[in-house]
């Protein structure tokens, strides 16, 4: 089994920074992606940015040039660097990573994802 555990929200004015942390532990085999997701209050939820193995990044198009996603394969590790915040970034944070594990001996698939961290920005 899998577990992520996020770090990083808070409170910020607008215009602030903030950087977000997710760590994943269990007997992991390889990480496939690694993505942010957030759910805002009455909205579904979406996915902000994603980083796949070999580096490649994709984000929703109401956060580029502000947001930056980065891993680091050693740790198990995707963070989420936000600047330039915004009241409408305000929401709840989930990281999601898949790829593979091992279970007693066989390798399985997992996706897994992170318990939500709040970001909360003021105007």
């Known amino acids: 089994q899998v577990q992520l555990v996020e770090s990083g929200g808070g409170l910020v004015q607008a215009g602030g920074s903030l950087r977000l942390s997710c760590a994943a532990s269990g007997s992991i085999f390889s990480i496939n992606f690694m993505g942010w997701y957030r759910q805002a209050p009455g909205k579904q939820r979406e996915l902000v940015a994603h980083i796949t193995s070999g580096g490649n990044t994709n984000y929703v198009e109401s956060v580029k040039g502000r947001f930056t996603i980065s891993r680091d394969n050693a740790k198990n590790r995707v963070d989420l660097q936000m600047n330039n915040l915004k009241p409408e970034d305000t929401a709840v944070y989930y990281c999601?990573?898949?790829?593979?594990?091992?279970?007693?001996?066989?390798?399985?698939?997992?996706?897994?994802w992170g318990q939500g961290t709040q970001v909360t920005v003021s105007s």
């Open positions: 999601n990573m898949g790829g593979l594990s091992m279970d007693s001996k066989l390798v399985r698939t997992f996706d897994s």
